[in-house]
């Protein structure tokens, strides 16, 4: 009985929206834009908004809407969220948060800005999104891994044409980056957890004293051609100096060696050593871009420009294999619409984290197979 109830149900729904987007065909008061899987969403007054009915729907949350007062409440765990028609303040477990643009009404369906999806559901409440399941580490060797946010504080990044800003793009992927290996049983490490500047240098110092087995930097693109796209990884150009970088590392850098091996350590026995290092560095650097390349051309549905070399400081500096990962470029209108979206930065986070799984299996299979 329960099943057929359920299936009249979702025929209702179904034959509702099916009915909204005749209507809106035929009256043309709205632009239909693809922000979020499954909700359709809409260009009131020059500005985007979403049905929050279907917002609830998507994130299992409860909602109650007063007719007669036009007030809505959110319920999900120990949070609750305020709203009124015709305003754009909402309470946020009690604490007043301005959405610049009112809540509204159309077509009978309560829509809010769609700067209430991305700067507080996915905040306050928890995204119903598929989650990466706990897995032990692939790899002995692989332990820990440090994550670096790009830019932040006074330093903003690339801003794209709506205002979005590469630095917050950076701290909520990788954010969730961290919560995804952390899953798999990988030890992983911000640079950065909040809103704050660091030098470059100071973000593979980060890596280097906590003796990272890999570093990931993550960063958002822009240029001036706006029709440019894609995801790309970078590591170390092969026209940067590593006797150079071994040379510094042979005075500043601690090299681990056996107590038996190379004694003594002369300054040029210890950077040879290093140089052989940063060679292979490199070489499992290009594997692990390759590896994340493969995954997100298989799971995105974006361009996904492949690995190439660079000599970025982050990564020069960093003494253990290290990429920086391009997601989308925030001057493209279209890969800023994406990157707003916490969803498809969760599919960001899982490509990643997906081509750092099979980079780590491929690990694993070598060391067995020199055994």
């Not at 509702?16 to 987007?21: G, P």
């Not at 969730?176 to 952390?182: D, P, T």
């Not at 704050?196 to 890999?214: P, Q, V, W, Y």
């Not at 970025?312 to 800023?336: H, R």
Request: net charge positive; glycine share 6%; charged share 25%.
């Amino acid at each position: 009985m329960k099943t057929i109830v359920m299936r009249k149900i979702l025929k209702s729904i179904f034959f509702c929206y099916t009915l909204f987007a005749a209507c809106h065909l035929l009256t043309g008061c709205a632009t239909v834009l693809p922000l979020e899987p499954g909700v359709p969403a809409y260009t009131l007054n020059g500005k985007s908004y979403l049905p929050l009915v279907s917002l609830c729907d998507l994130k299992a949350i409860n909602w109650d809407y007063d007719t007669f007062a036009k007030t809505v409440t959110l319920k999900k765990d120990s949070h609750e969220i305020n709203l009124a028609v015709g305003s754009s303040i909402v309470l946020v477990d009690g604490i007043p948060k301005d959405l610049r643009y009112p809540v509204d009404i159309y077509k009978g369906a309560v829509v809010v800005p769609s700067k209430f999806n991305y700067e507080i559901i996915d905040v306050i409440f928890k995204p119903a999104y598929p989650q990466l399941k706990a897995e032990p580490s692939y790899t002995a060797k692989i332990k820990k891994i440090v994550i670096d946010p790009g830019h932040g504080g006074r330093d903003p990044g690339a801003i794209g044409v709506t205002g979005l800003r590469e630095k917050d793009v950076c701290l909520d992927i990788a954010r969730r980056l961290k919560a995804a290996l952390e899953s798999r049983g990988f030890e992983a490490y911000l640079t950065r957890d909040n809103d704050r500047f660091i030098e470059l240098k100071e973000r593979a110092g980060f890596a280097n004293r906590r003796d990272a087995d890999l570093f990931i930097s993550i960063h958002a693109n822009a240029n001036m051609a706006r029709r440019i796209s894609g995801l790309e990884v970078y590591y170390v150009a092969r026209d940067v100096d590593d006797s150079r970088r071994a040379l510094v590392s042979a005075e500043n850098g601690e090299l681990k060696l056996e107590s038996c091996a190379f004694m003594p350590q002369t300054r040029n026995l210890k950077a040879t050593v290093w140089d052989l290092i940063y060679s292979q560095n490199r070489c499992e650097s290009v594997e692990l871009g390759r590896q994340i390349c493969d995954y997100a051309s298989r799971s995105l549905d974006i361009k996904v420009s492949g690995i190439k070399g660079a000599a970025f400081s982050v990564l020069k500096w960093t003494q253990m294999p290290a990429i920086l990962v391009e997601v989308g470029y925030l001057s493209n209108s279209y890969e800023e619409k994406l990157l707003r979206k916490g969803f498809y930065r969760q599919q960001i986070c899982e490509a990643i984290a997906g081509g750092l799984r099979d980079y780590c299996q491929d690990y694993r299979l070598t060391l067995e197979s020199g055994r």
